[in-house]
T-cell receptor, first 114, second 114 residues
Framework: KAGVTQTPRYLIKTRGQQVTLSCSPI?????VSWYQQTPGQGLQFLFE???????NKGNFPGRFSGRQFSNSRSEMNVSTLELGDSALYLC?????????????FGQGTRLTVV | SQQGEEDPQALSIQEGENATMNCSYK?????LQWYRQNSGRGLVHLIL?????REKHSGRLRVTLDTSKKSSSLLITASRAADTASYFC??????????????FGKGTKLTVNP
């Protein structure tokens, strides 16, 4: 069974640009969550999608958005990039994202904004 | 905001010794999970303990949960160099919208010296 796949693995962008990251969950998983990881702030929850609907959202500005497709694949988009957006972006999939379910993480996309 | 706070932030031990990491949290939880992250990579789920459980074992791992003190500990026995990684606790609780999300602490960086 294939794991969670995130693409691309590495990305370098310039301030002001926008970026789209992709996450393919484990087959059969319907919940996809996104996290931002930085040395200073640790792992911060961005949002969660379930059956193409955003079910939960963290405390990030509107520049961070996402969506989920009918096959459960998810994308997140960051517009007007800032230097502080440099981070490892992790996505996690789970069967339902509900009570007592285990989350499976991808390897992450390392975004560098210059 | 961080829910879980791990202690210590860093731990260095010799191979064969036991490693204990602690996690404290602030609000009521559904469950608490421990994850491992090798340098700059995705997180791997280690163990989940429900709020009505007090102790759980998985191989060389032992997790305890004290909901009255809002704390958990992860014990790795007979450590190996391959256990070198960062360890995170994550608490699961319901949001205002009724869904569930994982909130991670900042992690304990464990180094096991051969």
């Amino acid at each position: 069974k294939a794991g969670v796949t995130q693409t691309p693995r590495y990305l370098i962008k310039t301030r002001g640009q926008q970026v789209t990251l992709s996450c393919s969950p484990i087959s059969g998983h319907r919940s996809v969550s996104w996290y931002q990881q930085t040395p200073g702030q640790g792992l911060q929850f961005l949002f969660e999608y379930f059956s193409e609907t955003q079910r939960n959202k963290g405390n990030f500005p509107g520049r961070f958005s996402g969506r989920q497709f009918s096959n459960s694949r998810s994308e997140m988009n960051v517009s007007t990039l800032e230097l502080g957006d440099s981070a490892l972006y992790l996505c996690a999939s789970s069967l339902t994202g509900g009570l007592n379910t285990e989350a499976f993480f991808g390897q992450g996309t390392r975004l560098t904004v210059v | 905001s961080q829910q879980g706070e791990e202690d210590p932030q860093a731990l260095s031990i010799q191979e064969g010794e036991n490693a204990t990491m602690n996690c404290s949290y602030k609000t009521s939880i559904n469950n608490l999970q421990w994850y491992r992250q090798n340098s700059g990579r995705g997180l791997v789920h280690l163990i989940l303990i429900r709020s009505n459980e007090r102790e759980k074992h998985s191989g060389r791992l032992r997790v305890t949960l004290d909901t009255s003190k809002k704390s958990s500990s992860l014990l790795i026995t007979a450590s190996r160099a391959a256990d070198t990684a960062s360890y995170f606790c994550a608490t699961s609780s319901f949001t205002q919208g009724g869904s569930e999300k994982l909130v991670f602490g900042k992690g304990t960086k464990l180094t096991v010296n051969p």
